[in-house]
């Protein structure tokens, strides 16, 4: 192995920011209480006091502090977004994740000396583009997509000066984030520029009396036997009628799992390590941060991963690599 792996856990309360931290997180990312971030659900998030005091005991014990401002301004009404960087950079925050190019143009010019990352909302995949946003913005690290196999990353990593940030555990995301339209379809709300995918507001369960049926906006998602536990209702991961069949179209529901992958992706280059989960809760951050603390711990003294036994936390108890390890093209 090379390096050690930064661990990015994620923090989308202020309790869930004690539990990462408590439980060994190298950095916490979260986001405003509003539209500028990716994850605008009702109870998230924070407000700037809280930001502050997060700041200050995550500071205390050693972890960096990353805020999520990986939304897309709204036309004609970049304000809201301008004043989040803003109060960022007079917060003291660790550094922005930012998606959108004009957003990135206006924390480089007007506070050159906060750190930049780019949010995987940008999409960005390929030295081209990632490139682009090093050599104009100076950006710092890039998230990428959840595309790539472990090959392809470490390729990446060779034509781009710039670190790299991989997600490793959590909800699985099959399209390109920062490209899938199908909240928007549904609901006229999306991740990019609403800060939700498959908002609450648009969830309905109905009990049919032999099944329940989960439905977003107009849309049926899914049916479920009486003793099958209901997930929530998102496009990608719902059960539908194709050529005779009820299937998951696009994805059953699995978490990833990267944890076995460890040395292979550090050797890919990769610099940081991503936790999902900030709509999750203080008992899911502790049970994940710890796990990959001691993974990453492990892996870096040259020994094996240890069993992290994880499967009761994960989405339909399945795990898997994605596409890390795809054999497919």
């Known amino acids: 192995m090379t390096h050690k792996l930064e661990l990015v856990c994620p923090a989308g309360t202020p309790a869930s920011l004690h539990a990462a931290v408590d439980n060994g997180a190298d950095a916490v990312y979260l986001g405003f209480r509003d539209e500028t971030n990716a994850r605008n659900f009702p109870g998230l998030n924070f407000n700037r006091k809280e930001l502050e005091d997060g700041l200050a005991y995550a500071h205390a014990r050693d972890c960096q502090v990353f805020l999520a401002i990986n939304t897309f301004p709204e036309a004609g009404n970049p304000s809201p977004w301008h004043k989040a960087v803003d ?56 998230v990428l997509p959840r595309v790539l196999s472990v090959q392809e990353i470490a390729a990446l990593n060779k034509q781009i000066a710039v670190e790299t940030e991989v997600f490793v555990f959590g909800g699985l995301c099959v399209m390109a984030e920062g490209r899938c339209q199908l909240s928007s379809y549904a609901t006229g709300e999306s991740p990019n520029m609403n800060g939700v995918c498959s908002p609450a507001a648009h969830v309905r369960y109905v009990d049919e009396g032999d099944r329940m049926v989960s439905r977003l906006g107009d849309f049926t998602i899914n049916a479920f036997a009486q003793n099958e536990p209901a997930g929530y209702p998102t496009l990608c991961k719902g059960r539908f009628v194709t050529e005779g069949k009820t299937e998951y179209l696009f994805e059953e529901p699995t978490s990833l799992n990267a944890a076995a992958m460890l040395p292979e992706l550090a050797e890919a280059g990769v610099t940081a390590l991503k936790i999902e989960g900030r709509q999750r ?49």
């Open 87 to 142: 109060d960022a950079a007079a917060l003291g925050v660790d550094c922005v994740i930012l998606a959108d190019i004009g957003l990135c143009h206006y924390a480089a010019e007007k506070h050159p000396d906060l750190r930049r990352h780019l949010s995987v909302q940008a999409s960005a995949s390929n030295p081209d583009s990632i490139n682009f946003y090093v050599d104009a913005f100076d950006i710092r690290r890039v």
């Open 281 to 329: 809760g203080k008992a899911y951050v502790a049970q994940v941060v710890s796990a990959f603390r001691r993974a990453v711990d492990a892996v870096a003294e040259g020994k094996a991963s240890p069993a992290l036994n994880l499967e009761n936390i994960t989405e339909g108890q399945a795990k898997t690599s994605g596409a890390y390890d795809k054999s497919w093209r």
